[in-house]
T-cell receptor
């Protein structure tokens, strides 16, 4: 079946530092890939997505590139802010309409 | 436009009691999803509906769990009887079509003592 593995947190950074969260997946066929963000006390929000190999999703300074050869979709941001503190989830959607999520990575950005 | 609405936001109940969680999807969305989030198991899909019809309930943990969608604007997730291991945050999400973005509600935090 489908699965998503992402690095465990928490990841603690200083403001303006570079952020990388690794995500790899296992899936049959050609899944679409997503990053969701969950702020404290809220539901998940779609951050970015990519639907085919070599696509780059980007939003709010975050980027991730769909790498089929390494089955990866790593999330990056060049300069984080305190407001980026949240839990980030990597997810894939294979056949059908079901999302499979990774375990989530908590990010804490300190001023 | 209102997003996905869930109620209650917090529920504390005793083991053995019936618990009903409610969800109102975004108007016009034809897919509705129920998820459970725990520290141990992360975020799991329990069941999803299309046009009020359950399509896949393979994630429902056991017979104590049931979900209904009597109309396009309302769904319930019921646990009867509840157990402490059911303590989790339950999210409802909806989407406007197959393969389109899912919008999540704020979740219901359930504590079963």
């Amino acid at each position: 079946g489908n699965s998503v593995t992402q690095m465990e947190g928490p990841v603690t950074l200083s403001e303006e530092a570079f952020l990388t969260i690794n995500c790899t997946y296992t899936a049959t066929g050609y899944p679409s890939l997503f990053w969701y963000v969950q702020y404290p006390g809220e539901g998940l929000q779609l951050l970015l997505k990519a639907t085919k190999a070599d696509d780059k999703g980007s939003n709010k300074g975050f980027e991730a590139t769909y790498r089929k050869e390494t089955t990866s979709f790593h999330l990056e941001k060049g300069s984080v802010q305190v407001s980026d503190s949240a839990v980030y989830f990597c997810a894939l959607r294979g056949a059908g309409n079901k999302l499979t999520f990774g375990g989530g990575t908590r990010v804490l950005v300190k001023p | 436009d209102a997003g996905v609405i869930q109620s209650p936001r917090h529920e504390v109940t005793e083991m053995g009691q019936e618990v009903t969680l409610r969800c109102k999807p975004i108007s016009g969305h034809d897919y509705l999803f129920w998820y459970r989030q725990t520290m141990m198991r992360g975020l799991e899909l329990l069941i999803y509906f299309n046009n009020n019809v359950p399509i896949d309930d393979s994630g429902m943990p056991e017979d104590r769990f049931s979900a209904k969608m009597p109309n396009a604007s309302f769904s319930t997730l019921k646990i009867q009887p509840s157990e402490p291991r059911d303590s989790a945050v339950y999210f409802c999400a909806s989407s406007a079509g197959r393969g389109l973005q899912q919008y999540f509600g704020p979740g219901t935090r359930l504590t079963v003592t």
